[in-house]
C-alpha cells in the first residue's frame, strides 16, 4: 500500500519523508489554507522533497478554467498530479488533462458510481471521502470496497486512493480491502507504530536489562 501525507505543512512532510513513509502528498484548498503558504511556491518544495506524485488542486468550477489551472499545476514539477473534484466539469477536465499526459487525482468522491465515471474519463487515482461519509452515519469502507470490486470486475487501472483517513483503524480497514493508496495526516501515520503491549514489553526489557549492568556499546 502507498502512503500518501495528507498535509501542506512541509515540516511535517519532510520528517516522515526521512523515514521512507512517503509515496506521495495531497493538498486541498484548505490544507494550502491551514498552511498560510503560496500554493505555487509550497506545491514545487514539496513536489521537489516529495519523489513520488503530489496533488494539487484546481479552483475553479467551469472545465475550461478548471483545464487552465491544471496546467499551470502540472507544469510546477513532472511529479504534480492535478486534482479535480467529482463534478461533470471536473470529469471533463480530467478527460483532457490524463489525454495531455497528467496526473489526475479525482476527489470528493462519495459514491461507486462517481468513481466508475472518474475511471472512464481516464482518473490516475480516485479519491473516495472516508471520514466524511462516517461524519454522516454512512459507511466509508463499504464504499471502498464497492469500488475495489467494480475496478477490478472491469480491470480499471485508476488507483483507490483512500482519502479522509482520520483513525488508525482506517488506514487498517484501507489496506485490508486493499485501496492502493492511503492518504492520511501525519498523526494518523505516526499513531500507526503504536500499541499498548510494545510500550509494555519494552519497559520490561528495559528494567531488566538494566539488572545486567551490561552494554552494548
Ligand atoms: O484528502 C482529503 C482530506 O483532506 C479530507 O479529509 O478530514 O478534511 O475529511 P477531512
Redesign the pocket.
Known amino acids: 500500500m502507498k502512503f500518501f501525507v ?1 498535509t501542506a505543512e512541509v515540516d511535517q512532510i519532510a520528517e516522515l519523508n526521512d523515514l521512507g513513509m512517503v509515496d506521495g502528498v ?1 493538498t ?1 484548498p ?2 494550502i489554507l491551514k498552511s498560510g503558504r503560496d500554493i505555487l511556491e509550497v506545491t514545487k518544495e514539496i513536489a521537489e522533497m516529495v519523489d513520488g506524485p503530489v496533488s494539487a488542486e484546481v479552483v475553479a468550477l467551469e472545465a475550461d478554467a478548471m483545464i487552465e489551472e491544471g496546467r499551470k499545476l502540472a507544469k510546477i514539477a513532472d511529479n504534480i498530479a492535478v486534482k479535480v473534484p467529482l463534478t461533470w466539469a471536473g470529469l471533463k477536465a480530467c478527460n483532457v488533462l490524463s489525454g495531455e499526459g497528467n496526473m489526475v487525482n479525482v ?1 470528493l468522491c462519495f459514491s461507486a458510481n462517481q468513481a466508475l465515471l472518474a475511471a472512464k474519463a481516464g482518473a490516475t487515482f480516485i ?1 473516495p ?1 472516508i ?2 461519509l462516517d461524519d454522516i452515519n454512512l459507511d466509508g469502507m463499504e464504499l471502498i470496497s464497492d469500488i475495489r470490486q467494480i475496478y477490478d470486475n472491469y480491470g480499471y487501472d485508476t488507483q483507490i486512493l483512500a ?2 483517513i ?1 483513525t488508525v483503524n482506517h488506514a487498517y480497514q484501507a489496506a485490508m480491502i486493499g485501496a492502493d493508496v492511503m ?1 492520511a495526516p501525519p498523526g494518523v501515520i505516526k499513531k500507526m507504530a503504536e500499541h499498548p503491549l510494545t510500550d509494555a514489553g519494552l519497559a520490561t526489557f528495559m528494567k531488566d536489562w538494566a539488572k545486567t549492568g551490561q552494554k552494548i556499546v
Open positions: 495528507d495531497t486541498n484548505s490544507l476527489t479519491s471521502f471520514g466524511r482519502a479522509s482520520r492518504t
